[in-house]
Structures are given as C-alpha cells and as structure tokens.
C-alpha cells in the first residue's frame, strides 16, 4: 500500500514482515479501505454524522463539543504544518495530564499525518530522553507544567511548544490564530500512526508501532461488541492517555460511539466515585487496586448513572469481584490487553462473566494456551497465552520482535488455563510462576486468598529463593489501618490461606509493608519485589 509518508522513519524501522503475526480481519467492519485516517474517523465523520453541538470533553471546569474539538485539533495541525514545518511521518512527543488540549493535540498531530508519542506525564527526564532517542522525535507538545523535565531531557533536535502556560508563543495562542479548517492528510490505513512504549519496568522500554487501522480496529471489537456503548454515555478513569488502555477506554471508545468523556488530571478512587455521582457517568475505567480501594465508600456514593466498570492492567481478583459486585450490583467487566495488541482482546461481559476468569476471546481475536514448543494444549492444562486478531505486535526496531512473535501468533508472557467453555484463567506472569517443591504455585491465586481476609488492604505473592524447596511462597501485605504488624497476625493470615486453598501454597513467609511498589500505571512491579526477596 502506497504510504502518505514523507518522512519514512516508521515505515523504515517497522521489523521484517516474515516475523509479523498472523493478521485476522474476521468481522467485516475490520476491513478497512486502503486510504484512511483514523482521527478523521474518530473525531470528524462523528461530528458530521451526530452534529457538532454534542458534547465531546468534559473536565470539572469545562465542556468542550465535537466541534470545538474538530476546530482546535485543526488548530493545532496548522500549527504543526505552518508554524513548526511538520512534514507527514515526523514524530511528535506529547506529555501532560488527561485534559482537552492533550486530546487535541494528539488529534492534530494525526490528521497532519504526524506520528503522536505520547508519554506518562509522570516520567522524568532520563525516561523521556530515552523515548525521544528511539523515536526520534523531532517535535513536541508539552504542557506547560511539566515543561521542566522535558527541556532537562535535552532530546536533540527537538522543538518544543508549551501550551496552558501563557505567553506569546504558547500553543493556545499560535492556535487560536490559525484556521479552523485543515485538509485532513490523506495517509494509508497502515500507516503508522502513534509509537507506544511499555513501562519498561525492568529495563529499556519496547515502543510498539501502531497503524491508523489498528485504532478503529480496537474500537469495533471489544468497545463495539463488549462495551457497547452508546452515544448518550459518559466515560471516565484513571488511566493516562499514553497508556493505550486509558487512550481506547477515554478517548477512542466514547468518541467512535459518539458519546462523551470526562477528562481527570486527578483521578484516585475517592474523586472517580464523587466525579461519578457528581456528572452522571456511566462508563468507568480503571484498575483493580481502585476497584478494591473504593470498596470503602461505594455504600455512600451516588453510582446510580455506572453501568459499566471494566478493569484491566493487571489480574482482577475473585474477591476484589464479588465484594464490589455485592457493594453495588454492578459486574465488572475484567480483560486482558497489551500494549503490543494495542487493547483488550480477552474480556467477557454481564451475564457471559465468570468470576476469577479473564473471560473470554472476544470478536475478533482467536487465543489458546500453548506449551514452551508452541504446541496447543488441553483444557484445564497450565500453558502460555497465544492470540491472534487484527492488531499485533510491531516493535520499532524489532529486534526483540522473536520473543513476543512465535509462528504467527502474539505470546503474551503470561501463563494461563482455559477451561471446556472456552474462558481464560489466569494463573501468573511466566517469570512469577512459584515451583517449590516441584509445585507450581500460582502467586494471584495466593494473593486472591489473602485478600479475603478482613486485615488485608493490598498484597503481592513472589517465589522467595529457598535452599531446600528451591522456591517458596513470600507474601507483601498491606494491612488495614489499625492491624498490627505482628507474628501472631503473620501466623493468623498463613492459617487462613491454609483454608482457602491447598496448604502447600500458602505463604512460608511474610512480609508487613506500607506499599507495594507500582508503574506511573498503576502496575505492580513484581521484579521489585522479587528483587528484595
């Protein structure tokens, strides 16, 4: 396919074709015409269809229509191209908080025909220099409040525009004096639009290259036949748009419905359940540690307007479940994405849910569990995850490309056991699984059972190095406030689990702690843990 690119870096650096997965397009909206541009989709052909006067984005102070939008993503694209001299295919790095000029940044940034880096607005300056260097970004769109940590990054040849800071040559301003018109670029459905990167916890982050067709295709499979939502819905979350599962569940779901998203730059589980109360919202999207942290207030919260809450970003435990589920009624909606498939592609929605399980492959996607060779194994056996669909793992560069892509199929790295029924269930991360004593022991499975004790706020299960088992089971607890960190309630807590599963899994060691170390994400950082083991 003919690309709109002038500027091939994307393209030059997308890896070999022959270690691409298998690419499925099984539904028929997934087959997209050969010219496209996804923010025009998104965001334009919406207003079009719906009308501009509809709200769009919405934050604490302010609502933005989808014409407002439409005008300020034109905005910034002329700035881009007349001010700054974008050419198709140049990167541009953005950072800042979840708010409407982040939105319409990243939407001018498409419709030139630029290729958006968006990155955590909690990165510092070493992080950032390393995403600028592999991108090779040659702009920037930074709000002005975390301006500080981008100039320290001293990314070469990189020109910067702050916006929300004032001044002569902020972005609102250079903006607002250019059209509200912009020929949208006419650029090819798999062209490469944005660059993700993975939170590099344990090392150099991975940039994942996405094409425009990939962004519809993410939104016509689990937003249209999971989510399903509606053109009246507000969505809301905690997570940040740099991290693909805050920018499908916040922006590209809602505005592909034509509904309406409500931006937080704060956004803990006190302010998701006053925000929702507060503003009507229906959709919510964040993480089980929120989920489980609402838990205290849900009784006294206004959620009458939620009827959808989806979890994802790490595993969602049974307990975590059935407690918000008997607090509020509400089934939560747990999946399984990546940041190399770009979204969800295992979830399973109302009735279809099954507690404990991820759910199921939804439309669209095809999984199985493998052994080490890459061979399918039977129902009920431990394996490694394998999925196929109409996204896949790109790494720029693509020398790490072998160990996500194995004969066609995208292998997650995580160890599940799909049942007869067809629903996954995850037991681990490949390198958290626990052998001791020629167990394998799942560490979520410990930590769903810890978690069922009344004394337990937050947990993480690792394999602890032990001379004679090989490996045991160590437990990071929170307490709740109040419970003392004491060998008798180790003693206590080891005794529970002893009664909630198989003794053999139960922790032989505890650990009390204030707080388990996570991502900007929210992601637990389980290397950390096992390091300190």
């Not at 499925?24 to 052909?45: G, K, M, T």
């Not at 300056?125 to 990054?153: H, K, V, Y």
């Not at 993700?196 to 993410?218: E, N, Q, W, Y």
């Not at 307007?305 to 975590?320: D, F, K, N």
Request: overall charge negative.
């Amino acid at each position: 396919m003919t690309s709109a690119h002038v500027d091939t870096f994307a393209r030059d650096n997308l890896p070999e074709p022959d270690t691409w997965p298998e690419l499925i397009f099984s539904l028929p909206e997934l087959r997209h015409p050969p010219i496209l541009n996804c923010a025009e989709v998104l965001l334009d052909r919406v207003a079009h269809r719906l009308g501009g006067d509809r709200r769009c984005l919405v934050t604490p102070t302010e609502t933005w229509t989808y014409a407002d939008l439409v005008s300020r993503s034109n905005q910034v694209a002329n700035v881009l191209v007349r001010d700054l001299g974008l050419v198709p295919g140049n990167r541009v790095l953005l950072r800042g908080p979840n708010n409407p000029w982040l939105v319409a940044c990243w939407f001018g940034v498409i419709k030139a025909g630029g290729v958006a880096v968006a990155t955590m607005p909690l990165l510092r300056s070493g992080e950032l220099s390393t995403i600028g260097e592999m991108s090779r970004a040659q702009f920037g769109l930074c709000d002005a409040r975390f301006a500080a940590d981008l100039e320290a990054a001293s990314i070469p040849g990189l020109k910067a525009l702050l916006y929300g800071g004032g001044g002569p040559h902020d972005l609102t301003r250079l903006a607002a004096a250019r059209p509200a018109a912009f020929d949208v670029v006419a650029t090819s459905s798999d062209d490469v639009c944005m660059f993700a990167f993975t939170s590099g916890t344990t090392g150099r982050p991975k940039a994942t290259m996405h094409f425009h067709r990939d962004v519809l295709s993410i939104a016509e499979t689990f937003s249209r036949h999971v989510l399903r939502p509606t053109p009246d819905d507000l969505f809301t979350g905690s997570p940040p748009l740099a991290f693909t599962f805050g920018l499908g569940g916040l922006l590209v779901f809602p505005l592909h419905a034509g509904a309406a998203t409500l931006l937080l730059e704060q956004a803990g589980p006190d302010q998701l359940l006053e925000v929702t109360g507060r503003h009507r919202v229906s959709v919510l999207f964040t993480a089980p540690t929120a989920y489980r942290a609402m838990l205290g207030g849900v009784r006294d919260a206004d959620l009458r307007s939620l009827r959808r809450c989806v979890s994802a970003g790490e595993t969602l435990p049974a307990a975590t479940w059935t407690a918000f589920n008997e607090a509020t009624g509400l089934r939560i909606i747990d999946g399984i994405g990546s940041t190399e498939l770009l979204h969800i592609f295992i979830a399973s929605a109302d009735e279809d849910i099954r507690p404990g399980a991820t759910g199921r492959a939804i439309p669209g996607y095809v999984a199985e569990i493998q052994d080490e060779a890459g061979r399918r194994v039977p129902p009920g056996e431990l394996g490694l995850l394998a999925v196929k669909g109409p996204t896949g793992c790109r790494y720029l560069y693509g020398e790490r490309q072998g160990q996500y892509v194995r004969d066609g199929w995208n292998v997650t790295g995580d160890v599940y056991v799909c049942d007869d029924d067809g629903y996954f269930h995850y037991q681990a991360r490949a390198d958290d699984m626990i052998i001791s004593a020629g167990y394998n022991i799942s560490g979520p499975e410990v930590e769903n059972a810890l978690l069922r004790h009344p004394a337990v706020a937050e947990t993480a299960v690792v394999g602890a190095p032990d001379p004679e088992r090989g490996m045991v089971v160590k437990a990071f607890v929170v307490l709740h406030p109040g419970v003392p960190q004491s060998p008798e309630t180790a003693a206590g807590l080891q005794e529970f689990v002893k009664q909630e599963i198989a003794p053999y899994k139960y922790p032989r060691s505890i650990e009390f702690v204030d707080s388990l170390p996570r991502t900007a994400t929210g992601k637990l950082q389980r290397f950390r843990l096992r390091e300190g083991a």
